[in-house]
């Protein structure tokens, strides 16, 4: 058996997808790779007044919802928060120019879909060990 490692299992992690499946599927395996908290949303809209009393480590947000994208909503919060956490655009887009786009406006990376979950896990600690997080206590799970 594989297994699948948080290597900061104390990240607090948000995840905005429109797409049931996509955001119950990101959230479960994040938690089962050991990431303590994992928070969901389906709208965008429910994003920012939660985050102005919780604090937000990583932000896994969708490019293609029906209200805003999720550049748009990387940029709200920038606006309306004065920071905006480490970040990862998620899409079944290209990632050419929106890659860039979402590199240019301070998001941290580019997840494409669908998505390779190992890699996932990956990218969110690198970001976490190269802001120069302290947590670095690992679980594993057993895929």
């Not at 948000?14 to 994040?30: F, G, I, P, Q, S």
């Not at 990862?88 to 890659?99: E, I, N, P, R, Y």
Request: proline share 4%; hydrophobic share 45%; aromatic share 6%.
């Amino acid at each position: 058996m594989n297994t699948l490692t948080a290597q900061h299992p104390s990240a607090r992690i948000l995840v905005v997808d429109d797409n049931a499946t996509n955001l119950m599927l990101l959230t479960e395996v994040l938690r089962l790779a050991g990431f303590q908290t994992v928070k969901a949303f389906s709208h965008p809209a429910d994003v920012i007044p939660y985050m102005r009393h919780n604090q937000i480590d990583v932000l896994l947000v969708d490019q293609s919802m029906p209200d805003m994208t999720g550049l748009e909503l990387y940029l709200r919060i920038k606006i309306e928060l004065g920071y905006c956490p480490i970040s990862f655009l998620v899409t079944a887009q290209s990632m050419g120019d929106l890659a860039e786009r979402a590199k240019s406006i301070g998001m941290q990376g580019f997840i494409s879909k669908p998505f390779n979950i190992r890699q996932v896990v990956r990218d969110i600690d690198e970001a976490i060990t190269a802001r120069g997080d302290d947590s670095t206590a690992t679980n594993s799970v057993e895929e």
